[in-house]
């Protein structure tokens, strides 16, 4: 590009050094940093692609182990023509809870004509909780683990398990999970006054994190059948 896309500067591969055999691959790298177990992080960025010849490919690559075992958690190849690409994003939600490491990687073709340049590059975060189900009957419309579901109504595993966020208990409804079963939720548990969670033998509630509580104001049943 001509010149920066946000402010004064850019970070860019000169594929002209191919010619200089200083090799067809580049990196530019973040330090170490935590992603809390209660955040999502989202890595945006622009970036400019632009050759006249076969073009390389331009990653994001991520690394929660102290440098081995680098995974792609996005990538772009061939060129997108001279404007500025704006705006760009890739979920780090994989390394939430978790010390990680990002790495851009140009690799060029061998070709000259391969020019990479990146601006704006930032991380954000946002609540791991981002939605709320709440059931009052009917079907449990749970999508994922960033869901947090509030049960209002009676409800019986065998109607289908699910994964949760966090979950609520309340309005005097019973949870039920039943033997085969399972509930997995990967923070807090709440029972409200009134309501109830029975985990029939062979049913499975399972909290995911060690900082998760259980906040118990109604009842939870465990039973167990012996032999």
Same mark, same amino acid.
């Given at each position: 590009?001509? =010149? %920066?896309?946000?402010?004064?500067?850019?970070?860019?591969? $000169?594929?002209?050094?191919?010619?200089? !055999?200083? @090799?067809?691959?580049?990196?530019? /790298?973040?330090?170490?940093?935590?992603?809390?177990?209660?955040?999502?992080?989202?890595?945006?960025?622009?970036?400019? +692609?632009?050759?006249?010849?076969? +073009?390389?490919?331009?990653?994001? $690559?991520?690394?929660?182990?102290? /440098? +081995?075992?680098?995974?792609?958690?996005?990538?772009?190849?061939?060129?997108? /023509? %001279?404007?500025?690409?704006? /705006?760009?994003? #890739?979920?780090?939600? #994989?390394?939430?809870?978790?010390?990680?490491?990002?790495?851009?990687?140009?690799?060029?073709?061998?070709?000259?004509?391969?020019?990479?340049?990146?601006?704006?590059?930032?991380?954000?975060? =946002?609540?791991?909780?981002?939605?709320?189900?709440?059931?009052? !009957?009917?079907?449990? %419309?749970?999508?994922?683990?960033?869901?947090?579901?509030?049960?209002?109504?009676?409800? *019986?595993?065998? *109607?289908?398990?699910?994964? %949760?966020?966090?979950?609520?208990?309340?309005?005097?409804?019973?949870?039920?999970?039943?033997?085969?079963?399972?509930?997995?939720?990967?923070?807090?548990?709440?029972?409200?006054?009134?309501?109830?969670?029975?985990?029939?033998?062979? @049913?499975?509630?399972?909290?995911?994190?060690?900082?998760?509580?259980?906040?118990?104001?109604?009842?939870?049943?465990?039973?167990?059948?012996?032999?």
């Amino acid at each position: 590009p001509t =010149e %920066a896309n946000q402010g004064d500067l850019y970070t860019y591969f $000169e594929a002209t050094s191919i010619d200089s !055999g200083l @090799g067809t691959t580049a990196y530019i /790298g973040s330090p170490c940093f935590v992603i809390p177990e209660d955040k999502v992080a989202t890595v945006t960025f622009d970036y400019h +692609m632009l050759s006249s010849d076969v +073009m390389g490919t331009l990653s994001l $690559e991520a690394n929660a182990n102290d /440098g +081995m075992g680098w995974t792609e958690v996005w990538s772009q190849t061939g060129s997108q /023509g %001279a404007a500025w690409q704006n /705006g760009e994003t #890739a979920s780090l939600l #994989a390394y939430t809870g978790t010390t990680v490491k990002l790495r851009f990687k140009a690799a060029a073709t061998n070709s000259f004509r391969n020019d990479f340049a990146l601006d704006n590059i930032r991380i954000t975060l =946002e609540d791991y909780c981002n939605s709320v189900v709440t059931y009052n !009957g009917g079907t449990l %419309a749970v999508t994922d683990f960033r869901d947090t579901v509030t049960i209002r109504a009676d409800y *019986n595993t065998t *109607n289908g398990s699910f994964d %949760a966020c966090s979950l609520v208990v309340t309005n005097n409804a019973t949870l039920t999970i039943a033997a085969d079963t399972y509930a997995n939720i990967r923070s807090n548990v709440t029972v409200d006054a009134g309501s109830q969670i029975i985990i029939e033998h062979q @049913g499975s509630l399972v909290q995911i994190l060690e900082s998760a509580e259980v906040t118990n104001n109604g009842n939870i049943n465990v039973t167990i059948t012996t032999p």
